[in-house]
């Protein structure tokens, strides 16, 4: 009973499945993007299969993940755990690299999609890659040109490189997802679609020792019933300052004009990041006053409200991609 | 009346149509619900169950049934709805998880000792504190004992077909108990998986048949008493019939399942096994663990090992033959428990699966107990493999050397020192000095000077950088600008809810403060606890008298449902804290569903919009009248847009906690990813809020009401349409159609504010 777009799969692991794994950032739209690419699988190709993703409380802005299972009509689906060697990484988001070991369990089999401006030589070192061919596409750049998300670029990447997902059938599933409500997205979605299908570059590199493989470990907590405090208290206050959310970002950016900059304070009021970095600074009559010195992008999501509520328009929108990274970086210092 | 046995003799000849789809549990438990078509479903969200709610309101939203939906203001009153429903002789449906479940679980008895069927979903996921939203059994095993039958669902598939069988099987006549049908939380309730249902409802409604009440709250004709005030000797009667109704259920269900076979073609039996044929040793484990564990002895057999699988799909009536029989020729049989029956050496299914053993007087077979995936570890193929080799050790030795322990812990590393990002904030860092409070004697009203954003700044934050909020959170501006006007020392409890989520994931913290978290139902209770000790630590001694904290609840308006009644009590016995409530209009953290203050017509997960959905039915509640109501000395409404007048309030708030009692803000607080407008345009959005005299921003002071800002005055006034234009989830009410929602909710927010307008003029008002 194959459907007429079913073809043997090219290669499965020694459960017999075909593995995607999606690494992510939660609103950018791997679980929808598992949702399609199953459905188009599983109704769509005659496979049998399943998807799910990595779920805590995630929002929009924190990693997530999702997973693909493609397998034979006949085969039962047994296993519930998630994809640790993928036959496919997705990689959503640079940033994402510097919180999140990404490259876990990809071999030199593998295939790494990378939403990523980067050349795959560059994209390797970036990554830090052990082997296997890497498929650089820019969905953030198309997906901010098409006015759409990165996810449906990176669907097309998908079908591109898999050699057996058939993108009409992924189209008519992105058709059906968006469904009669949002018929408006269905033509730039699929002008993403085609994008991210043809728009990517792939290179093999062999493991030739350059980079360690990093096996899938479940190991790596510092914290266990030896040491963690009785009760799950946390005696580190304000540790969440460590954290680098640089990937929650979705393209855009707030930049800073010091020169018409009043340090009025309302940037300060409205930031649901307390992004803003104070000091003290003497003003002309020589007294010491309040100061906005710069913005530290490390906390920074880029929401852009700061933007709109400036009265002296010290601060305006920038595609991330277009800003010297210098600025970024720049403001990356941790206010203790 | 047919007896069980006749009404099951009912048999189909032939299977039915079915169509294939993709699916997860909390997809096929919905549909399944959709062509039931219950009469009632009372409910509250919690994760993960929520979805199952979701998807049936968006059915019922494009008119494919007429299961009337009725939220609930917690779990406790969902049980409370469905119980009500149930005596009025209609089919009753309900879905939750966890704390939500022991929330409800004192009505749990009322509805099987008092005989009334309905099906609950339970959507099993790990018990706080502290809280955790993933998957285990800790729910489900401690409701054993509540006179529920309770099925097993291990996948998708499965959800679908023992929510339809649950309805026959809890309505037979001689059963006449609820049932609980329990996946596990996002193994299953999340995950796709291609399943078959069927294509006509006729096909349920046929192998359910027609609702039977025995007897009904809503019959004039026939009054009954339910629910008599029952003690011995009448009771322990009461029990032996819920006894036996078990056994009559343990008798039907291998009936039910053989019935639904023939009309789906799939086949359950009580106890399921997977290559026992010759194993020696065995695991016995549910649901979707099970799945895993086959593949695990799949692994073994490859290599000649004598391995299987055991479990169950009903786990009350406990099927103790059948595991028996099952288990009685294995060696060893290790009993795999997501959940731990702590101090009785083993979860509680090692110890019903020991007795069932015990019961058969020859056999020897060994048991060890193993934990595993507590919290919704992950459950791999490899965890299978070594739970099953550690019973072929045992089996090979002949005896167990560790009968109990936990699977998949870690130990953490003994030379770990978590980094101190900060030190504490010291009193004086706290105090800048920049704000001041003085209350006027002749009036007795405060006035708050120096109110400066830019000089503030030098407020040290007490929630720092890093929390994982969604790009534009409404939040964390409005309670940072509230802690800008509060000096000194703060300790803080936060409810459940999307702010404490995303500034508290393990080993993180964003507090710079003490926090403590308890539940939503619960948070001002425990806050009144917490200042009590203070003072009376301080009365004894043993805390510094001149040591000054100020005590910070916040909750978000879903919490102030389901907490309210303790947040009243709190402000009934006026203690010396604040409550901040951050209103975003309904339950962001579990995904939007509608609150009580969502608005009316206002589009959410459980208010959809279709063909006849129009969003939410009924209209806002509203807080911050309820608190003045208790007359504690300070209420006030704000928003960080305003925050100059939001800085003074959170000021006046403090003095009135310190001085008088209690203090109750409710702040507006806006929501990008499901009020659906662009991140940056939040202030727009709670500006017009506030414009169209939606949110007027307001304090009542020691009883006496003062209108803060009247858009009116400053000619500033908007019709309800130009904030209601701004998000898409009340675009739809723009629409010709749906003119008499736009009217109905103008007068209502017209008649709030006129009401509010008249108490500020009034001089006792």
Redesign the interface.
């Known amino acids: 009973m194959h459907s007429e777009n079913y073809k043997e799969l090219p290669k499965v692991n020694k459960?017999g499945f075909f593995e995607i794994r999606m690494e992510s950032i939660?609103?950018f739209g791997a679980n929808l993007a598992g949702?399609i690419l199953?459905?188009a699988g599983?109704?769509g190709m005659g496979y049998?299969?399943?998807?799910?993703?990595s779920?805590?409380?995630?929002?929009?802005?924190?990693p997530v993940k999702a997973f693909v299972r493609l397998c034979a009509p006949d085969k039962e689906?047994?296993?519930?755990?998630?994809v640790?060697e993928p036959h496919i990484l997705v990689i959503f988001h640079e940033e994402m690299v510097r919180s999140v070991s990404v490259t876990q369990g990809v071999g030199k089999d593998s295939v790494v999609v990378f939403s990523t401006g980067k050349s795959p030589e560059e994209a390797r070192d970036y990554l830090k890659l052990h082997g296997g061919t890497i498929h650089c596409v820019d969905a953030m750049k198309i997906a901010v040109e098409e006015n759409t998300r990165v996810n449906t670029a990176l669907l097309g990447a998908i079908c591109k490189v898999s050699g057996f997902i058939d993108p009409d059938v992924v189209k008519d599933m992105i058709k059906k997802n968006l469904g009669k409500k949002y018929s408006f997205l269905i033509e730039p979605n699929l002008k993403t679609f085609d994008r991210g299908y043809n728009e990517g570059v792939s290179k093999y590199f062999e493991p030739d020792g350059k980079y360690p493989l990093i096996p899938f470990s479940?190991?790596g907590?510092?914290?266990?019933?030896?040491?963690?405090n009785i009760?799950?208290v946390?005696?580190?206050?304000?540790?969440?300052?460590?954290?680098d959310?640089s990937a929650?970002?979705?393209g855009w950016v707030p930049v800073l004009d010091r020169s018409v900059c009043t340090?009025?304070?309302?940037c300060?009021?409205?930031?649901?990041?307390?992004?803003?970095v104070?000091g003290e600074e003497k003003d002309e009559k020589g007294k010491e006053?309040?100061t906005?010195l710069k913005y530290?992008y490390?906390?920074c999501?880029?929401?852009?409200?700061c933007?709109?509520?400036c009265k002296f328009h010290a601060l305006t929108?920038a595609k991330e991609y277009e800003v010297d990274k210098k600025i970024i970086q720049d403001g990356f210092t941790r206010?203790? | 009346m047919a007896t069980a046995t006749q009404e099951i003799e009912k048999k189909k000849e032939t299977e039915s149509d079915q169509t294939v789809d993709f699916m997860s549990g909390n997809e096929a438990a919905a549909l399944a619900a959709n062509q039931i078509n219950y009469h009632v479903m009372g409910y509250y969200p919690i994760t993960p169950s929520t979805e199952i709610a979701e998807y049936l309101d968006e059915m019922g939203a494009n008119g494919e049934h007429n299961v009337n939906m009725v939220p609930a203001d917690g779990e406790h009153g969902a049980a409370g709805i469905c119980y009500g429903a149930t005596t009025a002789g209609g089919r009753v449906f309900n879905a939750t998880s966890a704390n939500g479940l022991l929330f409800a679980i004192e009505q749990l008895p009322v509805q099987s000792g008092t005989r009334f069927p309905m099906v609950l979903n339970v959507v099993c996921r790990s018990v706080s504190g502290p809280l955790d939203i993933r998957g285990d059994h800790s729910d489900v095993m401690s409701v054993l004992n509540m006179g529920w039958i309770i099925l097993m669902a291990k996948d998708p598939q499965a959800v679908y077909d023992m929510n339809i069988m649950a309805v026959k099987i809890g309505e037979l006549q001689d059963v006449r108990l609820p049932v609980i049908v329990a996946s596990d939380g996002f193994f299953t309730s999340h995950q796709k998986r291609k399943i078959q249902h069927f294509t006509e409802k006729k096909t349920i409604s046929d192998f359910v048949g027609e609702f039977q009440a025995t007897v009904t709250s809503v019959d004039p004709a026939n009054p009954v008493t339910i629910g008599p005030y029952m003690n011995d000797p009448d009771q322990i009667n009461n029990k032996k019939q819920l006894s036996l109704a078990m056994d009559a259920a343990y008798a039907a269900i291998p009936k039910v399942f053989k019935e639904y076979e023939k009309i789906s073609g799939r086949r359950y039996n009580v106890v399921e096994t997977y290559r026992m044929e010759d194993a020696e040793a065995a695991m016995f484990i549910l649901n979707s663990a099970a799945d895993t564990a086959m593949e695990a002895v799949d692994a073994l057999r490859e290599s000649g090992k004598k391995v299987g699988v055991v479990y169950a799909t009903v786990i009350r009536p406990f099927p103790s033959r059948e595991i028996a029989a099952a288990l009685g020729k294995a060696k060893v049989v290790l009993v795999a428990d997501r959940a731990d029956s702590y101090g009785a050496n083993g979860g509680s299914m090692t110890h019903e699966v020991k007795a069932a053993l015990k019961d058969e007087p020859d056999n020897r077979t060994l048991v060890m107990s193993r934990i595993y995936g507590l919290g919704g570890k992950d459950f791999f193929r490899e965890d299978g493999i070594t739970m099953l080799e550690l019973a072929l050790e045992a089996a090979r030795k002949g005896k167990v050397d560790v009968p109990y322990d936990y699977i998949g812990i870690t130990p953490g590393d003994p030379a770990y020192k978590p980094e101190q990002v900060f030190k504490p904030i010291t009193k004086e860092e706290a105090t800048p000095n920049i704000i001041s409070v003085a209350k006027d004697e002749k009036t007795g009203k405060l006035t708050v000077k120096g109110v400066r954003q830019r000089d503030l700044t030098a407020m040290p934050r007490r929630i720092v950088q890093g929390h994982g909020a969604c790009p534009g959170c409404g939040i964390f501006p409005n309670i940072g600008t509230f802690l800008k006007g509060i000096s000194g020392h703060v300790v803080m409890l936060w409810h459940t809810g999307c702010g404490m989520v995303v500034t508290t994931g393990y080993p993180f913290t964003s507090f710079r403060i003490t926090y403590i978290h308890n539940l939503f139902q619960n948070g001002a209770a425990t806050l009144s606890g917490v200042v009590e000790m203070y003072k009376e630590r301080q009365r004894r001694g043993e805390i510094p008298k001149d040591q000054d904290i100020t005590f910070v609840m916040v909750t978000g308006d879903g919490g102030l449902d389901i907490g309210l009644g303790p947040a009243l009590g709190t402000a009934f016995r006026n203690h010396n804290l604040i409550i901040i409530e951050y209103d975003n209009e309904g339950y962001m953290n579990t995904g939007n569903q509608l609150s009580f203050t969502t608005p009316l017509g206002h589009a959410t997960s459980t208010s959809n919009v279709g063909s006849v959905g129009k969003g939410k039915k009924f209209h806002h509640k509203d807080s911050a009248q309820l608190f003045a109501a208790a007359h504690i000395p300070y209420v006030f409404t704000a928003t960080d847009v305003h925050y100059k007048d939001l800085i003074t309030k959170a000021a006046k708030a403090q003095y009135y906690a310190k001085h008088e009692g209690m203090a109750f803000g409710k702040l507006l607080s806006v929501c990008p990813l499901n009020w659906r407008y662009n991140d940056k345009d939040g202030q727009a959005v709670a500006g017009a809020a506030v414009d169209t005299c939606f949110f007027p921003l307001y304090e009542v002071e020691r009883g006496i009401t003062t209108l803060n800002y009247n858009p009116e005055e400053k000619g500033k006034k908007l019709p309800v349409e130009e904030w209601l234009k701004m998000m898409a989830k009340t675009k739809h009410i723009l629409k010709p159609d749906n003119k008499h929602i736009l009217q109905e909710f103008q007068r209502e927010v017209d008649r709030r504010w006129n009401r509010i307008k008249a108490l500020s003029e009034h001089p006792l008002l």
Request: proline fraction near 3%; aromatic fraction near 8%; charged fraction near 25%.
């Open positions: 459960s939660g609103g949702k199953g459905e599983v109704l049998n299969g399943s998807n799910f993703s779920y805590g409380s995630e929002k929009k802005g924190s689906v047994r296993v519930n755990s998630p640790t479940r190991e907590q510092k914290t266990g019933y030896f040491n963690q009760g799950g946390i005696t580190t206050p304000g540790n969440s300052a460590t954290k959310l929650s970002r979705s340090s009025c304070g309302e300060d009021i409205t930031c649901p990041d307390y992004v803003m104070w006053r309040r906005l530290n490390q906390y999501k880029g929401c852009l409200r933007v709109e509520i929108a206010s203790k």
